[in-house]
C-alpha cells in the first residue's frame, strides 16, 4: 500500500502560523517538560517496602525465675522509697511498635520516682524520651533492673 505524501495531504495548512492565545499564556518549558516526566503509579509503594523491612524484636518471655527476681528487686526498691529514698537504677524494659508487631528493648539509668502496684507501673523521674507515654514502664514490659541498691540480689543464693 502506498500512502499520501503528508506534505500534499496538508498543503494548505502547513504554512501557516502557531496559534498563540491571548487568554492563557504560554507555558514554560519546564512545565512542559514535567508533563512528561515519569509518572509514579505505585506512588507510597517504597515506603510501605521500607516499613516492611524495618525490623523489630520480639518479646522475651521470662521464666519463673526471673519474675521472681525481678520482683523482689520491686520490693526492695519499694523499702527505699518508703523511707524516703530515690534510688537510681539501670532499666531494661520492652516498647511495643506502633506500626507493627514486636518492639525494641531500651535501656535507661534513672531515679524511681514511685512504684504502683495497682497499675503495675514503675515511675522514673526524669521521663526520659525512650519511655512510654507519662513515663511509667509496665511491670510486664521490664526485662532487668540494676543498681547499687539491688546488685546484692543478682548474686546466686548457696
Given amino acids: 500500500m502506498n500512502e499520501p505524501d503528508p506534505r500534499i495531504v496538508y498543503k494548505d495548512i502547513i504554512r501557516l502560523p502557531h496559534h498563540q492565545s ?12 514535567a508533563q512528561f516526566s515519569a509518572y509514579k503509579a505505585l506512588s507510597g509503594y517504597e515506603d510501605m517496602v521500607t516499613e516492611e523491612a ?3 524484636d520480639e518479646q522475651i518471655e521470662l521464666g ?4 521472681e527476681l525481678l520482683n523482689r528487686k520491686l520490693l526492695r526498691l519499694a523499702e527505699y522509697l518508703a523511707n524516703g529514698t530515690h534510688p537510681s537504677v539501670t532499666v531494661t524494659f520492652f516498647v511495643p511498635d506502633v506500626w507493627k508487631e514486636g518492639g525494641h528493648y531500651h535501656t535507661v539509668t534513672d531515679e524511681i520516682r514511685r512504684i504502683d502496684p495497682v497499675e503495675r507501673k514503675l515511675c522514673l523521674v526524669s521521663g526520659s524520651s525512650r ?3 507519662g513515663g511509667a514502664i509496665s511491670f510486664d514490659d521490664l526485662l532487668d533492673l540494676h543498681g547499687a541498691c539491688l546488685d546484692e540480689l543478682d548474686l546466686p543464693t548457696a
Fill in 131 to 133: 519511655l512510654p507515654a
Fill in 64 to 67: 519463673e525465675a526471673q519474675k
Fill in 54 to 56: 524495618r525490623l523489630t
Fill in 22 to 33: 491571548a487568554v492563557h499564556p504560554q507555558m514554560s518549558l519546564a512545565d512542559r517538560a
